[in-house]
């Protein structure tokens, strides 16, 4: 019986070049393939967060309280009378001008508010002269002095510490009918601002056109112009003294030398060359503050 011989078997096929197994298949992957299997949590953090800070609100221009000035336009000049009144009227034939109404931001600089409705609730502006006109630009009214149509020493007002907080100086003179407290341009006389209960209750309103920034952050913005621009516009309009340029330069001359004459000639600038005055002031009680004042 014859065997038969079962030949020896051949090595496997070979697989095609698509099937073939990779003996080592960890160090084919590429960098693409780890990043596409990495969770797509893990790959859209975002980024640290770099916001600013959030901005400090805008200061607070609230009308907490309204007041009223009569001016008034004298043809001559004032004049002091005998009279046991001790706010005589210097001016007898005047000039009705108008009435502003002024609105207080109380909640802004309660001191400063406080200390000027208090000027004029006891009349102590009444009487007193608008001393300064720069045109396009302020009037200034309050100094304090001695003469006819200065305001006299006020008593019983609190000192005024926001006067050297910085936070009463946000509000700038962006517009006509401001109302400011007059530190930089005060021109008081200078033994009553030595005096150790001086309190300082001159004050500037804008007349416009345009914005004053020479003032800001110099000057306590603390109100502005309900009523009356009319009134601020005519006042705006009377003329005033300025010398020509040539004697402009030549006082600029002799303060450089430390003439003291040179001070005395310039406190005459700017002056009105009509006078004109605070006839009334007070306060407007108003029952209903979301309404236009109505006048007393």
């Known amino acids: 019986m014859g065997c038969s011989v079962t030949p020896p078997l ?3 096929p070979l697989l095609s070049r698509h099937h073939r197994q990779n003996p080592n298949p960890i160090t084919h992957l590429t960098r693409r393939s780890l990043l596409l299997s990495t969770p ?3 790959t859209l953090k975002p980024p640290p967060s770099s916001a600013s ?4 609100p805008p200061p607070d221009t ?3 309280d309204r007041v ?3 001016f008034s336009l004298c043809p001559t000049y004032f004049r002091p009378l005998s009279s046991p009144d001790p706010k005589p009227n210097l001016c007898p034939d005047s000039i009705p001008l108008g009435r502003l109404v002024l609105g207080l931001y109380g909640h802004l600089v309660p001191l400063t508010v406080a200390n000027f409705k208090s000027m004029c609730t006891s009349s102590a502006y009444k009487g007193t002269l608008v001393h300064k006109l720069f045109p396009g630009q302020f009037f200034l009214a309050g100094h304090q002095g001695d003469k006819p149509g200065d305001v006299r020493r006020p008593s019983g007002l609190a000192r005024n510490t926001e006067t050297v907080d910085s936070k009463s100086f946000a509000l700038t003179h962006s517009r006509p009918g401001l109302l400011s407290l007059n530190l930089s341009e005060n021109d008081d006389e200078d033994d009553i601002k030595l005096d150790p209960e001086y309190r300082n209750v001159e004050f500037l309103i804008t007349t416009g056109p345009g914005p004053c920034p020479d003032l800001d952050y110099k000057n306590i913005v603390f109100g502005s112009v309900l009523e009356g621009m009319d009134v601020v516009t005519a006042i705006a309009a009377i003329p ?3 010398p020509s340029e040539k004697i402009q330069q030549f006082n600029d001359f002799a303060e450089f030398l430390g003439d003291e004459r040179a001070g005395n000639a310039r406190a005459l600038w700017n002056k009105p060359l009509k006078t004109i005055y ?5 306060e407007l009680k108003v029952a209903k503050p979301s309404l236009s004042p109505s006048l007393p």
């Open 10 to 12: 051949g090595p496997p």
């Open 40 to 42: 797509l949590s893990l």
């Open 53 to 56: 800070p959030p901005l400090p």
């Open 62 to 64: 609230t009308i907490t």
């Open 68 to 70: 009223f000035m009569d």
């Open 240 to 242: 005033t003294f300025r």
């Open 278 to 282: 605070i006839s009334d002031c007070g």
